[in-house]
């Protein structure tokens, strides 16, 4: 039986994926904050997937700490992860900088580094399975943010938008990274960019924004069913390169600062030195 590991699973284009593959049969780990949502997809999932294969983790994956902690309960729990996909957000593109417990600026933890944690984390875990893959879901191909080399933080000139932006960016340049420093790895990892689809995601926008939002939803918005069909094309039949990137179907070149490569061994050095496990130890505990 596959295991699929999805965070944001409870919800939008991670819960699609998770009711997609449950139906399929597979053991799927639906990872969230917010435990109604988990009770509601293990509600949704009961008339189809007997025998426990849907599994919710209550995770806040602001916290380097409890990222670091979900890896250790997912290892404890399954011998291997088939399928990884990233689809955690929460942006936060007014307002002012908010700081996690930890020191981190909040796009630059939920947004980049859970995923950089959990990438890495699971890594021989998916090295078990027999075709891992990674799904990185964001947006690859929109030339818009950079990362600020001397201030990630963004402690001295914060904008929700800024913020917003380097964390798209510091996941392009994750993928790259990720087949540069395991050259060896089996892991297959996509960044993708779903395009626009309707989500429950500007329900968490401030007005008049959120009112916005889902008028263009109305009018744009591919439907979550429709936006996990090419997602599941991928992610079973993903690219032989360590890592590509996609806009729906459209294959992306890998050019420009988005997927430099020195840029991306730069920003997965920053990284490490920043989750180092010697600064973060996990606490007692798993994630529940
Ligand atoms: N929808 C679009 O048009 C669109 C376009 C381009 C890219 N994308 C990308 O697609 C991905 C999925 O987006 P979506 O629209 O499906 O989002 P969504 O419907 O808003 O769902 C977000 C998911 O992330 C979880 N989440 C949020 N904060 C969390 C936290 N602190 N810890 C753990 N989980 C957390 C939410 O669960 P809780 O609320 O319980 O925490 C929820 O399951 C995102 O990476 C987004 O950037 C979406």
Redesign the pocket.
Known sequence: MQTVVI?????????GLALHYLRQGARVIA????PA??EALLAEAAAFSEGGRAVFLR????SVRAARELVTTIEGSCPSVDKLV??????RLFGPRTVTAEGFEHSFA??YL?RYVLGHGLRPALESAPRPVIMN???PGIPLGRIHWDDPQLAARYSGTRATLQS?RANDLLGVAYGAVHPETPVRYVGY?????????P??LPQPLRTLTKAS?ALL?AS?AKAVTPMVRLLEEPPGEPFTAYRTTRRLPLKGASFDRDAALRLHRLTARATDPARWPPAAGPAT
């Open positions: 965070t944001g699973g409870t919800d939008g284009l991670g819960k990872v969230g904050s917010t949502k988990g995770c806040d994956l602001t990233l689809c955690a957000q929460r942006y939920l947004g859970s879901v964001g947006t798209f960019n779903p395009g626009v689809v309707a989500t429950g995601m329900e968490h939803f918005a979550v």
